[in-house]
């Protein structure tokens, strides 16, 4: 009876939204038939009219021009970026020396002591054995460079998400205004932000940590500001009745609250400073990075992978320690100040002593006896899959043969019908979208977007781009959301998928764009599949987490009504799990976006190649007008895909 009671408003608001949607599109229909013969009367060819682009090479070649001149004489550079760029070094090299000051067996047993005080026993020796596994493939010393170069980068991205996250969080009007900023940093490619910061610090590592930053601080100020705006208000109540200030109740109340957000926003600052490991080489940052871009320069997929590796495994460790920790606060299962000191006290003693040990016997250094070569095999392995999978594979096909019929039946369709479309027809359909699933605020911002991407004068390479994600985001849901479901039925699934999930986020694009290059060839299938690959794992995450979260008691009503597996996952699950769905795909979007430009590199062409050739040819103008025009995109991807989620949540 209270289940049937409980439809009635749920249904009444069904046929509210149903409604609210029929009205919409007859209003659409009648602007139509209005505008489109006015359209198509002016603007009959359907190209990006001259008249309204804008051309920003002559301007941004004249800054790019300035700061070149004046980069060794202006006050500017010599007394504000100088000490910042000095800073930098000062603070890497400090921790450089400290780490090669410790030895390999200090390191190691340091990190699995603090493994063991936050999570156990298991993951202690799982940290030890992935340090030691960094020596064992002879990249000890660029494993510490790398490591020095995170901790200060990760230490200056918390330091900036958090002052952002603190001010967004405790003002309405400074989040609304720094929504936008946050997403431009998340979404504009490391390449397009990588030339400015060249060209004002030049190459090597201060350019490398503070392009790091720009990359690594929006998770941490988004959830610094989620968990201070999610701030238990009957708690913040009471403390306020106490007569407390306001930076008592922050510093006794909203930060303590906030402590799960915190360290998740640690976690997610970590994971994508480590995923910048590879990029940051490319402008002098040295370390594994370093190792990895110049093994797929030469395409030696083994001495890549044999440096990929010990990203892949810092990455799992430090997800590992802090996802321990924000589950161990968020428990409260933290120990009093007495018996947590002590531990810490020896665990410090112990770490010390072997760091002695090591000086003492002169073991500072790996030993080279104890190395172990995998570059040959993997590359065997590699020449082995293009030798015979590439092509001439009986009844199924090579790979090439596949990545052919997909760029002949999906690719080039999609691309030519896009730019086929006269542009404001294009803005007529992203309006449509945009404003069925949300308000006129949303469509307004949508077409906003979408035209600005022809006013840069790039319209045709950006549909040609939109076209490739539209394509990668496809093929990535629904492989996502089969694997998905069966880790959300099965544990001992999403057991055996977390590893593999884990190596495929954290290895850096790089590495795996040498296999998917000798498997499919060059061109735009295989930025496709590099893009598949790199956003896979998020929607999965998501989407699984998603399902495994409905009510339990709705599916159980469910089963005791006679549903087959199937109806329960249709009629039930999907519906109550949309919005980690529209997350999910919301992700997708912007992952698939990240890679564009690691698709230029492969024959993708369009916006990616174009961000590249700016880089490598120092052309400020190219390279930011095509990631501004990325950014443009993705904004208006993200406005027609998640505003369904807080529209259904703002009438439910």
Known sequence: MATATAAVPQTGVTALLKHRVVGKLLLLALAAAILIPIANARWASGTWPDALTVD????????????????????????????????????????????????????????????????????????????????????????????????????????????????????????????????TMQVLPAFAYLLPVVLVFGIGVPAAVLATVVYAAPPMARLTALGLRGADAGVMEAVESMGTTARQRLLTARLPLARKELLLGLNQTIMMALSMAVIASVIGAGGLGDRVYQALASVDVGAALAAGIPIVLLAVVLDRVTGAAGERMGSGSSQSGRSGWKPWGYAAVVAVAVALAGRFTDRLDWPEAWLVNIAEPVNRAV?????????????????????????????????????????????????????????????????????????????????????????AVAVTLVVGFAIAVAAARSERVERLLRPVLDVFQTMPQFVYLIPVVALFGVGRAPAVAAAVVYALPAVVRITTQGLRQVNPAAMESSRSLGATSWQQLRQVQLPLARPALLLAINQGVVLVLAVVIIGGLVGGGALGYDVVFGLAQGDLATGLVAGGAIVCLGLMLDRVTQPTERRTRKGA
């Open 56 to 183: 920003l090479s002559e301007p941004l070649g004249k800054a790019s021009d300035w700061i070149i001149d004046n980069r060794d004489s202006h006050p500017l550079f010599l007394y504000f970026f100088g000490h910042i760029s000095n800073a930098v070094v000062l603070s890497v090299r400090t921790v450089y020396l400290v780490l090669l000051a410790a030895g390999w067996a200090g390191v190691t047993a340091a990190a699995a002591l603090v493994a063991w005080r936050v999570a156990g026993v298991r993951l202690a020796i799982g940290t030890g054995v992935a340090f030691l596994a960094c020596g064992l493939l002879g990249m000890w010393v660029p494993t510490m460079q790398t490591l020095a170069l995170m901790v200060v980068a990760v230490l200056a991205s918390v330091v900036l998400g958090m002052l952002l996250g603190l001010a967004a969080g405790l003002s309405d009007r400074t989040f609304r205004a720094l929504r936008p900023v946050l997403d």
């Open 383 to 471: 020449d082995w899959m293009t030798d015979h999978l590439y092509s001439g594979v009986p009844y199924i096909g090579g790979t090439a043969d596949w990545a052919g019929h997909f760029t002949t039946w999906v690719l080039d369709p999609v691309r030519d019908g896009l730019q086929w479309l006269p542009w404001w027809s294009v803005l007529l359909i992203v309006a449509t979208l945009a404003w069925l699933i949300g308000t006129w605020r949303t469509a307004l911002t949508a077409v906003l977007a979408m035209a600005a991407i022809g006013v840069l004068g790039v319209w045709n390479p950006s549909l040609d781009t939109l076209s490739q994600v539209l394509a």
